[in-house]
């Protein structure tokens, strides 16, 4: 079994910054990839980034050039730093990791107020 926990979320005004953390624990497989979704008020769950074992990255458009995931294989740690934040951006933020299977945190909420 994986655990997950997110931190980090918060209120940030238009243009500011947040990082979010995500701690993974238990039985976790080396190759692996880890990420975040994030789910707005009304709308479906949709990919923000994911990031491979190895390094690889994938980002949504609409947050490409603003966002950066990394991650920290030695203390099972994915993060994801969130620049120039605007008001749609704001959601609950889900880390997961999948292997075999998806994984999900509980969630962390992000508002950017304008």
């Known amino acids: 079994q994986v655990q997950l926990v997110e931190s980090g979320g918060g209120l940030v005004q238009d243009g500011g910054s947040l990082r979010l953390s995500c701690a993974a624990s238990?039985?976790?497989?080396?190759?692996?990839?880890m990420g975040w979704y994030r789910q707005a008020p009304g709308k479906q769950r949709e990919l923000v980034a994911s990031?491979?074992?190895?390094?690889?990255?994938n980002y949504a458009d609409s947050v490409k050039g603003r966002f950066t995931i990394s991650r920290n294989n030695t203390k099972n740690m994915v993060y994801l730093q969130m620049n120039s934040l605007t008001p749609q951006d704001t959601a609950v933020y889900y880390c997961?990791?999948?292997?075999?299977?998806?994984?999900w945190g509980q969630g962390t909420q992000v508002t950017v107020s304008s």
């Open positions: 997961f990791l999948t292997t075999l299977r998806m994984y």
């Open positions: 238990g039985s976790i497989s080396r190759l692996n990839a």
């Open positions: 990031i491979l074992s190895s390094g690889t990255t």
